[in-house]
């Protein structure tokens, strides 16, 4: 089943480093995964809705057949080894029997109920209202997904749909005997016998047991992982409530832009949830940002807040590849982050003043283009310091026009207007101590993406997005209006994060 290779996380980066030799394009495919995902889902809907109709539809005929007494050919076949015998044809044996009766009481009936009712919440729970507000209710309700794959199997074991045996078509033509159904079985028709029928052989284990098999072994891998100790080196407290938890986990090994799910059992013993890594590679730890967005982060927060003798308990799975593993592959890069959209790209920076430290001479990319999209000041706060010093890197490093970073203030009052405009002359921003001033409302990326190809006239340009989906279309739209149709000049590449 398809369903399940998008979500194989293990897989995924496996492929990821596999394909790294391969083309660009080929690489950006396995972004898609839970695009994907969902378009299977949205397609065994579809099928499921259409199976259903087509069932009520055959039971409702099998009601008829078996009511009729006109000598009928589906009234003839419906009477047949009314004995006791397993060669019957219509499940339907009595006139009191009804199709809600079947529906509800044999194998199928009851486990198709079943599958199809843990169908329906689980697309229903996946909605992007219900996953953004409430992702406990998806997070379980997507563990249906056990319940679903069990029934499946188990559906087609009873044999309801059945058929002509082997054995009895050498002795009943369909094509020749349906004409006379009356003298079946009769010297009349020598060649003309009683047809048999059996149940045709369940085969949804076949189509459902190597992707299950994989899945179970990517969870176990997952587990085994996840038990690894992991040791909380540091918590700090930023604006904004974000909390910033520095961690350290024997083996563990990162790129720029990767995430990880934590759990923290002390809050929940089953949730899982995805941050993306905020430190890079190169340091002695790795490192996650964590905003308030919902009860499960408030609770984090919180019971970190409370100062306890002892740190809560923190269980990590991953780290797995995104797109922005592929930043460093590009000869210029715009980088956007939206709010704490901004955390894979604090990994790419920080990255990049570690090979300027060290001189890294691997390093492709000339340019980086920065935009960061806020709406309060307090959410620069935590990341001021590695842009200033950044800045100061590359500017004793004679490199001063590698980065060239936006800060967009999309939310303010008069009050934070004014005192921008009247300090506007300083050689620090008002809002965030940097050099670089703060911009006071959206970007105009059809601007923006002017400039940036008529700065690189032939240059393959990587656009990386960790932000909504309102923003994503903008940037993917400017990405094919600005990328030349000659494949010598400005190309741009649109990669969004998704997890």
């Known amino acids: 089943m398809l369903i399940l290779l998008p979500v194989c996380r293990n897989l995924l980066s496996f492929l990821r480093g596999a394909c790294s030799c391969c083309r660009r394009t080929m690489r950006k495919q396995l ?25 009520l539809c055959n039971l409702e005929w099998y009601n008829d057949s078996q009511q009729a007494a006109d000598g009928s050919l589906s009234s003839i076949l419906s009477d047949l080894h009314q004995d006791g015998s397993n060669k019957w044809l219509n499940p339907i044996r009595s006139n009191s029997t009804t199709p809600a009766y079947v529906a509800f009481t044999t194998i199928p009936g009851l486990t198709g109920v079943i599958i199809t009712v843990a169908l329906i919440l689980m697309i229903t ?25 069990a029934g499946l199997v188990i559906h087609g074991i009873a044999g309801l749909v059945r058929g002509q045996t082997a054995e009895s078509l050498k002795e009943h033509s369909p094509e020749q005997c349906a004409r006379d159904p009356t003298h079946w079985g009769r010297e009349k028709r020598p060649h003309c016998e ?107 927060i919180d019971t970190f807040q409370q100062q306890k003798p002892k740190t809560p308990r923190i269980e990590v799975d991953g780290p797995f590849g995104t797109a922005s593993e592929d930043v460093f592959q590009y000869e210029v890069a715009m980088l956007v982050g939206a709010g704490i959209g901004v955390t894979p790209f604090a990994s790419v920076l920080k990255s990049i003043w570690y090979k300027f430290q060290h001189a890294d001479q691997r390093l492709q990319t000339k340019k980086i283009y920065f935009y960061w999209l806020c709406r309060d000041t307090g959410a620069f706060a935590w990341f001021n310091d590695l842009l200033a010093s950044l ?34 002359d300083n050689d620090t921003d008002v809002v965030t101590g940097l050099k670089q001033k703060t911009s006071f409302g959206r970007p105009r990326w059809c601007t923006e993406f002017s400039a940036v190809a008529t700065a690189h006239p032939r240059s393959v340009v990587g656009v990386f997005l960790c932000g909504p989906e309102a923003l994503a279309k903008s940037l993917q739209k400017c990405c094919h209006q600005y990328s030349s149709l000659d494949p010598r000049k400005v190309k741009f590449y649109f990669n969004k994060e998704n997890f």
């Open 391 to 424: 800045e100061q890197e590359m500017e004793e490093s004679g490199k001063a026009g590698f980065l060239n970073y936006r800060l967009f203030l999309t939310g303010w009052d008069n009050s934070i207007a004014g005192q921008a405009a009247f300090n506007f």
């Open 125 to 149: 729970s996946s909605m992007e209202f219900i996953r953004r507000s409430y992702f406990e209710v998806f997070w379980y309700t997507h563990h249906l997904f056990v319940i679903y794959f």
């Open 31 to 55: 972004d898609h995964n839970l695009t994907f995902h969902k378009l299977v889902a949205y397609t065994i809907a579809l099928f499921t809705a259409v199976h259903i109709i087509a069932h």
């Open 194 to 300: 009683k047809p048999e029928f059996g149940s045709i052989p369940a085969e949804s284990w076949q189509w459902v047991l190597a992707p299950i098999l994989l899945y179970v072994f990517e969870r176990v891998l997952r587990f085994w992982r996840s038990q690894q100790r992991v040791v909380v080196t540091k918590v700090v407290m930023h604006p904004s409530k974000v909390l910033e938890l520095q961690m350290h986990k024997k083996g563990f090994s990162m790129e720029v832009g990767q995430y990880i799910f934590i759990n923290c059992p002390s809050v929940s013993r089953l949730e899982w949830h995805p941050f993306t890594l905020t430190s890079a590679p190169e340091e002695e730890f790795f490192s996650v940002h964590i905003r308030a967005a919902g009860d499960w982060t408030e609770n984090l």
